[in-house]
Nanobody, 115 residues
Framework: QVQVVESGGGLVQAGGSLRLSCAAS????????MGWYRQAPGKQRELVAT???????VYADSVKGRFTISRDNARDTVYLQMNSLKPEDTAVYYC?????????WGQGTQVTVSS
C-alpha cells in the first residue's frame, strides 16, 4: 500500500519562506509525477507545481518566480521551497504521487501566511 506523507507546513509572516517535503513509500516503483496542490477555505483544490521523474516542471502562474519544486528520485521525495510568501498562499497543501496505475494523495499540511 502506497503512503504519501507531507511535512513542513506552519505559520509564517508575509515575505517569509517555508519548505514542504513529501515522501511516497510502499511501492517498488518510483512515481512518474509528483506534485503539490493547495486548497484554501471555500475554494477548489488547485495545482501549485508538478515535477516528473526526469525533472520537468510545471508551475501555477501565481507562484512562478517564488516557489521551486524539486525531487529526490532515490527517495521518491518531492520538495516545495516557498519564498516571498503572501497571505493569499494560505491553504492546506496536498502532495500527489502519480504512478502508472493511479495517483495517491497525502493528508495535507497547513500553511498560514500572516499579513
Amino acid at each position: 500500500q502506497v503512503q504519501v506523507v507531507e511535512s513542513g507546513g506552519g505559520l509564517v509572516q508575509a515575505g517569509g519562506s517555508l519548505r514542504l517535503s513529501c515522501a511516497a513509500s510502499g511501492s517498488i516503483f518510483t512515481s512518474n509525477v509528483m506534485g503539490w496542490y493547495r486548497q484554501a477555505p471555500g475554494k477548489q483544490r488547485e495545482l501549485v507545481a508538478t515535477i516528473t521523474k526526469r525533472g520537468s516542471t510545471v508551475y501555477a502562474d501565481s507562484v512562478k518566480g517564488r516557489f521551486t519544486i524539486s525531487r529526490d528520485n532515490a527517495r521518491d521525495t518531492v520538495y516545495l521551497q516557498m519564498n516571498s510568501l503572501k497571505p493569499e498562499d494560505t491553504a492546506v497543501y496536498y502532495c500527489n504521487a502519480l504512478f502508472t496505475a493511479r495517483g495517491y494523495w497525502g493528508q495535507g499540511t497547513q500553511v498560514t501566511v500572516s499579513s
